[in-house]
T-cell receptor, first 112, second 109 residues
Framework: DQQVKQNSPSLSVQEGRISILNCDYT??????FLWYKKYPAEGPTFLIS?????DKNEDGRFTVFLNKSAKHLSLHIVPSQPGDSAVYFC???????????FGSGTQLTVLP | NAGVTQTPKFRILKIGQSMTLQCTQD?????MYWYRQDPGMGLKLIYY???????DKGEVPNGYNVSRSTTEDFPLRLELAAPSQTSVYFC????????FGPGTRLTVT
């Protein structure tokens, strides 16, 4: 049972345009969500997070939106840059040790 | 601050061999984790630890063992390697967010 789902394995966007990466979840107990970015041959790195008490969090070019009623969150990158090309994972912590449940990832390719 | 370090970066094992994947963090974090990532999949939790001497199973613990004798180190042991354990392994520690090591790419043939 996938509790966090990323249904788009890949996304290609032109440089300068907006990238929108989507994530759905099934567990209503999740109260915090994170996005991680992963380059090849490296570990994931934290990008941005959002608490369930908010519906938007912004950090520079990156904005995450949360729609609790739809159990859906999205990451917007504006403007997209070639250096943003990476795999993006959404994740939610659960359990007593805050272990993360990950989506399967979306490969973003930003074309110059 | 080196963060989370993992060794080795790559390893090829024959079926039935054993090995230990090393993980060290220098951020004095209590919580540490081992994940594996298979192609096209998200990271799945193998084991985690909430402090020295305390470990517990995650989602996919079969075929693995861990120990946590110090705050800094959290090694993952593979006994009797199987092809199904071919994967990329990530260690992480948690201090507000999870910090990941660079990974170990393991192939079992």
């Amino acid at each position: 049972d996938q509790q966090v789902k990323q249904n788009s394995p890949s996304l290609s966007v032109q440089e300068g345009r907006i990238s929108i990466l989507n994530c759905d979840y099934t567990n209503s107990m999740f109260d915090y969500f994170l996005w991680y970015k992963k380059y090849p041959a490296e570990g994931p790195t934290f990008l941005i997070s959002i608490s369930s008490i908010k519906d938007k969090n912004e950090d520079g070019r990156f904005t995450v939106f949360l729609n609790k009623s739809a159990k859906h969150l999205s990451l917007h990158i504006v403007p997209s840059q070639p250096g943003d090309s990476a795999v993006y994972f959404c994740a939610a912590p659960s359990g007593s040790a805050r272990q993360l449940t990950f989506g399967s990832g979306t490969q973003l390719t930003v074309l110059p | 601050n080196a963060g989370v370090t993992q060794t080795p970066k790559f390893r090829i094992l024959k079926i039935g061999q054993s090995m230990t994947l090393q993980c060290t963090q220098d951020m004095n974090h209590n919580y540490m984790y081992w994940y594996r990532q298979d192609p096209g999949m998200g990271l799945k939790l193998i084991y985690y630890s909430v402090g020295a001497g305390i470990t517990d199973k995650g989602e996919v613990p079969n075929g693995y063992n861990v120990s946590r004798s110090t705050t800094e180190d959290f090694p993952l042991r593979l006994e009797l390697a199987a092809p199904s354990q071919t994967s990329v392994y990530f260690c992480a520690s948690e201090g507000g967010e999870q910090y990941f090591g660079p990974g170990t790419r393991l192939t079992v043939t």
